[in-house]
Structures are given as C-alpha cells and as structure tokens.
C-alpha cells in the first residue's frame, strides 16, 4: 500500500471541496472495497478523506410519504429498518443477499452504489483493463468471461456492477442525493447514476470530480409484492451470476430490475410491459440486444429459468 495523507471531514461541502483540492483524493467510510484496492494497488489515492464524521447516518421518512436513506447508514441497519422491511421489502432482501454479516456491519449506502466491478481482470494489474488503465485493452473479451456482462457492452469492457442493493434502488426509482465543493447540491435519478461502459468504462458513474453523495431517496412505496432471487456459484458471500428483483402488482402489472447482467442495474420499460404475457415475454423482452461469449451465453437461459422462478414465488405468496 502506497502513503498517504488524511483528514476527517467536518461537513459534506467542505469534504467535497477538499477532494477537489486534492487531485487523487478519495473518501472513504466504511471501507470494504476501497481498502481491499489499496492493498492491491489498483486504487492509490493520495489523500483519504473520512467522511464517517458527517451527519449522512439516518434514515428518515419524506414529505411525500417515502424515505431518505442517508449515505453512511449502513447496510445492516438499512435492512433491519422497520419501514424498509414493511414497505421496500425488495430492498432489505437484495441488502441480506449481499456479502457476509460483518461486511453488511461496516458497508454503506453511498459505498454500496460506488463499489467497482469484481472482474478478474480488473483485479489483476498483469493483465491489460480499460477501466484499470484506460487505453490498455479488455483482457476479459478474449479471456475467462463466464461472470461477464452480455447487455449494454463495448468493445472496450464487458464488466458488471456488483452491487445487490443498487438493483433493489434502480427497481424503485431511487434518486441519489450529492453536494458539490461549492456546496451546491443536485438530484440524480438513479437510471443515470451508473454509466455504461462506451470507450470510457473507467467513468463509472455521473458524479464530477469531488461530488459527494450524501442520501438516497426513495419515492412513496408502490404496494405489491416483492421479489429478490439471486443466482450465485456458492451458498453465501458470493456476487450475482444473474439476479431478478421484482414487484408485482395488480392487474398483472410488474416492473423488473436484473443484476449480473450489465455494466450497471439493468431494467427496461418493454421488460415491465411484458409482465402480464409471463417470464418468457419479459425475458424477451430484458434481453434484447444481447451480446454473449462462449462462456457466459448461458446466462440468457438463467434468465428464463430465474425469471420463472421469481414468478412461482410470487403466485405462492399470492
């Protein structure tokens, strides 16, 4: 692990203006990403700037009946919170599907949204990664890319995001909450939060230089019943292969949200239209334009299979 320096910030814009100040600079609050890069030199900050000191640890009911999450309330108190259980319950399930209790313990909100992929590559500074070092090559393209991306790719990356919970956020229409250096502040739809990959996929989100998320909000609950199915290799501890979050309505009506799948949570109008015709018609549907290898074509017929799953679950529940 390269040096460093620190401090504690004392407000969300003065930690902002700081990063700004600092090119390099990186914040950190919980730490169970950022710290594990550190120790692999994949990320080499100059300057960490803990942010755990900051007011951002509440959740809170909104005016209009939803909920502000704020950026460093941890997963495991996210989970457990009262009115998430009852009435985003699709979020507190992708929440406990996510790592292990101790890491849930120390995880946030913000970092959740804002851990970077687990692609082998990326992980291995050996080998050439567009998002690692921009302009060197996508060694997964060619390589072992069982776990990779087969919606919203590019010739320069087919790396996944992944988080469980940004799923969860991306189904319920969350909108992230920022402030910037000059302590303006702005809302972003969590559609356009994460960026696909193009020829910069080491852009990973909207957020400029310096901007700090400080709250996730959910709008007021829809009602229905809630879904989260993850496909994974092992038992527990393990990323996404493919993951289905769902709501269903009434009148047949549903929306779906799927992880494991793209560069960020992936969820399409022509998806949510096709609830009522079954999960073949919504997987159709989800995965139009797909791009698979040799080794991960598999994942389109995971889909059917999860999908079909996800709305067995729902007819019991029912």
């Known amino acids: 692990m390269k040096a460093f320096t620190y401090e504690r910030a004392t407000s969300p814009a003065k930690a902002a203006a700081a990063a700004v100040a600092n090119p390099g600079a990186r914040f950190i609050a919980g730490g169970t990403n950022l710290l594990d890069l550190m120790k692999l030199q994949i990320e080499t900050p100059t300057h960490l700037i803990d942010v755990n000191r900051l007011d951002l640890d509440t959740v809170r009911e909104t005016s209009d009946g939803g909920l502000r999450i704020g950026a460093l309330v941890r997963n495991t108190d996210l989970a457990a919170h009262k009115k998430v259980r009852r009435d985003y319950a699709v979020l507190s399930r992708a929440l406990l599907s996510g790592a292990s209790g101790q890491l849930r313990n120390k995880a946030t909100t913000a970092g959740n949204l804002l851990q970077r992929t687990r692609c082998p590559y990326f992980y291995d500074t050996t080998k050439p990664c567009n998002k690692r070092r921009p302009g060197t090559g996508c ?138 015709a079954g999960a073949n018609a919504v997987a159709d549907a989800a995965l139009a334009g797909a791009k698979t290898t040799e080794h991960n074509r598999f994942k389109t017929d995971l889909v059917r299979r999860t999908l079909a799953q996800v709305y067995a679950q729902q007819e019991i529940r029912a």
């Open 139 to 276: 060694a997964a393209l060619a390589g072992f890319n069982r776990n990779m991306a087969i919606l919203g790719t590019s010739a320069d990356c087919i790396a996944t995001h992944p988080s469980d919970m940004a799923v969860a956020m991306r189904l319920l229409d969350a909108t992230v909450e920022t402030v910037a250096a000059d302590g303006s502040s702005r809302a972003i739809p969590i559609a356009d939060f994460h960026r696909l990959p193009g020829t910069t996929p080491d852009i990973e989100t909207a957020l400029a230089p310096g901007e700090l998320v400080t709250a996730v909000v959910l709008p007021r609950p829809i009602g229905g019943s809630h879904v989260y199915r993850k496909v994974r290799d092992r038992a527990s501890y393990a990323f996404a292969v493919i993951s289905v979050a769902a709501i269903f309505g009434k009148d047949s009506n549903a929306r779906f949200a799927f992880g494991g799948l793209a560069h960020k949570p992936w969820r399409t109008e022509a998806a949510d239209a096709a609830a009522a």
